[in-house]
């Protein structure tokens, strides 16, 4: 069978079928050019909400990932990830052709109004989207929390797979369709609004430049971020905000608030709480510094369970050979405790790419577990964060992606016949 027809009806020959496409001139692009080009029409978005299916979003965590994995292992996380795409739940017919105007007047009333099928039309008739598209797009919907902040992930994400693709125009028009449906969908403001009540007068933005708070002082706003009710973080954050608290300090404080939640996250809450990387990489570092958002991403790392400092997992350290394959093989080992231990000697051994090349490689062979795509989201939010962070915040960060990866391995059945095809 051809690749479109795997496409459309994926079996045993969509590995196969794969592999001859990306040996073709350009293939490897066009490849995933039409497999979002088929299936984003005929995914079944209504029935996953307020949850959204993650297909897409891993297919632009692989392409984050390119540079730090050989070809083989990038291929197989390619095809591993369109396979999953390919097995969404699908509708009886596809979405509706686009027959909008690519009016943006149009478009943000249709958002504005809740009405996803003439959003998705209207934005799926833009000539040629940009990632000027996809950024005003992030800004129409960035307060908005629903499904824990997937709206603005998704625009930010999407308009990187366009960037990716080289702007194919179908396929934009396919990803910006896709980014506007989920915008128009219900919305859920409720730590926006209340951020807002608290900070009612105070029109500044969270100070930019280097951070100044001491260790003392971070560790305050960790534990505050990690412990605190919802009330409680709100009102002591809109109080630190009109004191003014830095942008850089906030932003310290939450990837290692989020740090502490990952280490202290079992194994079924492994990926949901993961998801505070990706939505951090992308709202917190890529926008300015209203203190609304800051908050809203203060909420949403709190929302997760802490664990006690003294129960909480320590590394082994290693007694053999510190290496990115042995990081690799103690992840896929399920070893949480010494991942982690290998994870702060390589890190110290050679720095932070070398733990991201062997975390990726890790990530690249584990099948996305019900379409997910976690592990692979998460090193891909680990490659946008670790330029930004200082070395002690960076081991943070990395031991706890490492434990997390080692704790939630799955299948790699359809790595190894990916692999077999690709061979």
């Not at 990716?164 to 896709?178: C, F, H, N, S």
Request: aromatic share 6%.
């Amino acid at each position: 069978m051809t690749w479109i027809a795997q496409l459309e009806r994926p079996d045993a020959g969509f590995f196969p079928a794969f592999a001859a496409r990306i040996r073709e001139e350009e293939g490897l692009r066009e490849a995933v050019r039409d497999a979002v080009k088929v299936l984003t029409p005929w995914v079944d978005w209504e029935s996953y909400q307020p949850h959204v299916p993650h297909a897409l979003l891993g297919l632009r965590a692989a392409y984050r990932l390119r540079p730090l994995l050989a070809e083989q292992s990038f291929h197989r996380l390619l095809a591993t990830q369109i396979h999953a795409f390919a097995h969404e739940g699908r509708k009886v017919k596809p979405a509706a052709p686009a027959q909008g105007a690519g009016s943006w007047r149009n478009l943000e009333s249709f958002i504005q109004a809740r009405k996803p099928g003439l959003a998705w039309m209207e934005a799926a008739s833009f000539e040629q989207p940009g990632p000027e598209d996809f950024s005003r797009l992030g800004r129409l919907v960035e307060a908005d929390m629903a499904n824990i902040g997937h709206k603005a992930v998704f625009a930010h994400h999407l308009g990187g797979l366009q960037e990716a693709l080289d702007r194919p125009k179908a396929t934009g028009r396919r990803l910006l369709g896709i980014t506007a449906w989920l915008a128009a969908t219900p919305e859920d403001r409720f730590w926006h609004l209340r951020a807002a009540k608290r900070l009612e007068g105070f029109e500044k933005q969270l100070e930019g430049g280097p951070a100044q708070l001491d260790e003392t002082g971070q560790w305050e706003l960790v534990r505050e971020i990690c412990d605190c009710g919802l009330v409680e973080l709100l009102n002591v954050l809109a109080a630190k905000a009109r004191q003014g608290l830095r942008r850089e300090d906030l932003n310290l404080a939450l990837v290692r608030a989020a740090s502490e939640k990952l280490m202290d996250a079992r194994r079924d809450l492994e990926g949901k709480t993961g998801w505070n990387f990706v939505f951090l990489a992308t709202q917190i570092f890529k926008q300015g510094g209203d203190p609304r958002l800051a908050c809203q991403a203060a909420a949403l790392v709190n929302l997760f369970p802490t664990e006690e400092a003294e129960d909480r997992l320590q590394p082994i350290p290693p007694k053999g050979e510190v290496s990115e394959r042995s990081l690799t093989d103690a992840i896929l080992d399920v070893e949480p405790p010494e991942a982690y231990g290998l994870a702060l000697a390589l890190l110290e051994a050679q720095g932070p790419e070398a733990v991201l090349r062997a975390l990726a490689e890790a990530a690249s062979a584990n099948d996305p577990a019900f379409n997910h795509a976690h592990q692979t989201m998460l090193v891909a939010a680990a490659v946008d964060l670790v330029p930004l962070l200082p070395g002690s915040i960076q081991a943070e960060m990395l031991g706890a992606m490492a434990k997390s990866l080692a704790n939630s391995q799955g299948s790699s059945d359809l790595s190894r016949l990916a692999d077999r095809a690709l061979a």
